[in-house]
């Protein structure tokens, strides 16, 4: 819903949206945080100008989020979203100078990606038996594929049969804002992939993906987070036990294992280092632990 007074908005969106290439879920957190922030500027500042918002505008609504509770995460990304908003002004010359130049995002404590061990991990593919019919055979499949691949949520529901590499033995990855991304697998992996393939008990015409439910549709996100939950839940007692526990196993365990940094990086089709980094805090936490362990003045 555009914002009365601020069509560029809606401009700005397109621009993510059809260039950029963002997905749906970004474009409506960018969307969601324009329309708060113009929202508030027309309650309490009678809708000003684009080219007449300053830092004290920004500052103002920022400090009423924190009033209201809302995370220094949360907020950080809604900055984030101001930034690119008013980047865009300028470079579409609608704006001369971004009033953002001067804010300061608020520190976010950092918390160390949770992960399954390795040895549960091996307890959950080795041990535990899953139910001996398709519904079984895709949620192992699943399971295995995440912690294998370090893939999204997204990316893995989505994947195509032809994004399969059987002779390379490698996945290619459609990741965020488009990119693709090319990660190795094991050949047994790759078998497997294969034989659930051909033995897919439905194929409903359109449907390309690898994964399929009984009936023969793709995958449903809830679904996914429901048996990957339930699969977990027998080997970890870790508090969260969602696909994305699966990716930080998948990393984490790369770097306890001597991966080079910018190798994790590129599986994880991350943009940037600093979100790799994270990885390292963990890394480093093992090696404190195996100090306490075995060094006698520990």
């Known amino acids: 819903m555009p914002v009365p007074h601020y069509p560029q908005i809606q401009s700005f969106l397109n621009y993510i949206r059809f260039e950029k290439r963002y997905s749906q879920h970004t474009l ?8 708060q922030f113009f929202a508030y500027l027309a309650s309490q500042f009678d809708a000003p100008a684009l080219d007449k918002i300053t830092a004290m505008f920004i500052r103002s609504w920022l400090a009423e989020l924190k009033e209201e509770g809302i995370s220094s995460k949360t907020i950080n990304r809604k900055i984030s979203t101001l930034r690119s908003f008013f980047k865009y002004a300028m470079k579409t010359g609608v704006l001369e100078q971004s009033p953002m130049t001067t804010l300061v995002a ?3 404590s950092k918390r160390l990606p949770s992960f399954v061990e390795e040895k549960d991990m091996s307890t959950l593919f080795e041990y535990v ?11 192992r499949l699943v399971l295995l594929l995440f912690y294998s691949t370090g893939m999204r949520l997204s990316e893995l529901i989505n994947l195509k049969e032809s994004q399969l590499d059987p002779a390379s033995s490698q996945v290619k990855v459609v990741g965020k804002g488009n990119k693709e991304r ?6 047994e992996l790759m078998a497997e992939l294969q034989s659930y393939i051909a033995d897919k008990p439905v194929r409903l015409e359109g449907v390309v ?10 995958l449903q996100p809830r679904a996914v987070y429901s048996f990957v939950k339930n699969q977990l839940s027998k080997v970890t007692t870790i508090q969260k036990k969602s696909p994305h526990i699966l990716r930080h196993s998948f990393a984490t365990h790369l770097m306890n294992n001597g991966a080079d940094l910018n190798a994790v990086k590129e599986l994880l089709g991350h ?9 390292t805090h963990n890394t480093i936490e093992k090696l404190k632990d195996v100090f306490k362990k075995a060094h006698p003045k520990a």
């Open 28 to 35: 409506l957190s960018y969307q969601n945080d324009l329309e």
């Open 106 to 108: 608020p520190k976010i």
């Open 182 to 187: 090319v990660i190795p697998v094991s050949k």
């Open 129 to 139: 038996s899953f139910e001996d019919n398709w519904k079984g055979k895709t949620e």
């Open 209 to 218: 993906t690898v994964f399929i439910a009984e009936k023969g549709k793709p």
């Open 271 to 279: 943009s940037s280092l600093a979100a790799t980094q994270i990885y």
